[in-house]
């Protein structure tokens, strides 16, 4: 199972930013797929999951109005659209797939791991 995360770069405060994460080497539609971040010297951060179908996501209170994750299942690509961003959202950011119940926001719920992509947002 192999996960690639991609369209990261650096931005203005207040700029968006498509985050696309690549599936392959196993069934996509059966996944939870989530995005995590990390800081530096900071703990690996949950951001958001996007449930199997597509239908359901979960995201974090920091980003709640601002990120939206979306799939689509012919692609086998999970996207994280991240607008109005700000400095604080500065990390690199991985996406990870698991079997895995319903609303898991620990990282060791996750299996599968993308190697993660820089966001940095200047102020």
């Known amino acids: 199972v192999q996960l690639q995360a991609s369209g990261g770069g650096l931005v203005q405060a207040g700029d968006s930013l498509r985050l696309s994460c690549s599936v392959s080497?196993?069934?996509?539609?059966?996944?939870?797929m989530a995005w995590f971040r990390q800081a530096p010297g900071k703990e690996r951060e949950f951001v958001g999951i996007?449930?199997?179908?597509?239908?359901?996501?979960l995201l974090a209170d920091s980003v709640k109005g601002r990120f939206t994750i979306s799939r689509d299942g012919a692609e086998n690509t999970v996207f994280m659209q991240m607008n109005n961003l700000k400095p604080e959202d500065t990390a690199v950011y991985y996406c990870?797939?698991?079997?895995?119940?319903?609303?898991?926001?620990?990282?060791?719920?996750?299996?599968?791991w993308g190697q993660g992509t820089l966001v940095t947002v200047s102020s």
């Open positions: 996007i449930n199997s179908g597509g239908e359901f996501t």
């Open positions: 990870a797939a698991g079997r895995t119940p319903w609303g898991m926001r620990q990282p060791v719920y996750y299996h599968f």
């Open positions: 080497g196993q069934t996509f539609s059966s996944t939870v």
